[in-house]
């Protein structure tokens, strides 16, 4: 049962435009959503999260969305460039005093040059 | 540095031959956790620990085992591995927050064979 989805496993987008990346879950217990980046042959790197009472965060070129209604977020990458290409992951978890995070099965970007 | 550990990096092994992957952290992070990462599956928590001597199956722990007597140090210990172990290992760690979603150091993997 993948309570964490991510439809695309792979996403093509040319350098300079957005990166769309989604994800969706199915445990409404869920409230801190995160995004972390993997290089070949590295461990995942934290890139961006949100916490349920938000729908909107931003870092830099980084933006995640949450709807929490439809259970959704989604990550934008505006512009993209060749170095944003790598696995991306989408993770949930929830507070109440544990630390089970849950990973989507990830989407593999490439941004062509 | 701040880092995550792991060794080894790399391992080939055989059916039923116990092995152990260890992980170490210099942060001072309380919490620790195991992942694999296997084609399709993305990454699936093995167990995770609060603190030492705390610790907890998380979403795949069945032919596993951990231990946390330092805090430093959060091993994986396959007794009597199988093929259906062969997998990329993550080892992680975080401080804990009250958010209940501290952003995960993560090692660099170690990619395991068992033949």
């Known amino acids: 049962d993948q309570q964490v989805k991510q439809n695309s496993p792979s996403l093509s987008v040319q350098e300079g435009r957005i990166s769309i990346l989604n994800c969706d879950y199915t445990?409404?217990?869920?409230?801190?959503f995160l995004w972390y980046k993997k290089y070949p042959a590295e461990g995942p790197t934290f890139l961006i999260s949100?916490?349920?009472?938000?729908d909107k965060n931003e870092d830099g070129r980084f933006t995640v969305f949450l709807n929490k209604s439809a259970k959704h977020l989604s990550l934008h990458i505006v512009p993209s460039q060749p170095g944003d290409s790598a696995v991306y992951f989408c993770?949930?978890?929830?507070?109440?005093?544990?630390?089970?995070?849950?990973f989507g099965t990830g989407t593999k970007l490439q941004v062509i040059p | 540095e701040a880092q995550v550990t792991q060794n080894p990096r790399y391992l080939i092994t055989v059916t039923g031959k116990k092995l152990t992957v260890t992980c170490s952290q210099n942060?001072?992070?309380?919490?620790m956790s195991w992942y694999r990462q296997d084609p399709g599956l993305g990454l699936r928590q093995i167990y995770y620990?609060?603190?030492?001597?705390?610790?907890d199956k998380g979403d795949v722990p069945e032919g596993y085992k951990v231990s946390r007597k330092e805090k430093r140090n959060f091993p994986l210990i396959l007794e009597s591995p199988s093929p259906n172990q062969t997998s990329l290992y993550f080892c992680?760690?975080?401080?804990?927050?009250?958010?209940?979603?501290?952003?995960?150091?993560f090692g660099p993997g170690t990619r395991l064979l068992v033949l």
């Open positions: 445990n409404s217990m869920f409230d801190y």
């Open positions: 993770a949930a978890t929830y507070f109440g005093g544990y630390q089970k995070v849950t």
């Open positions: 992680a760690s975080s401080s804990l927050g009250t958010a209940g979603g501290e952003t995960q150091y």
């Open positions: 949100i916490s349920s009472i938000k």
């Open positions: 942060m001072n992070h309380e919490y």
């Open positions: 620990s609060m603190n030492v001597e705390v610790t």
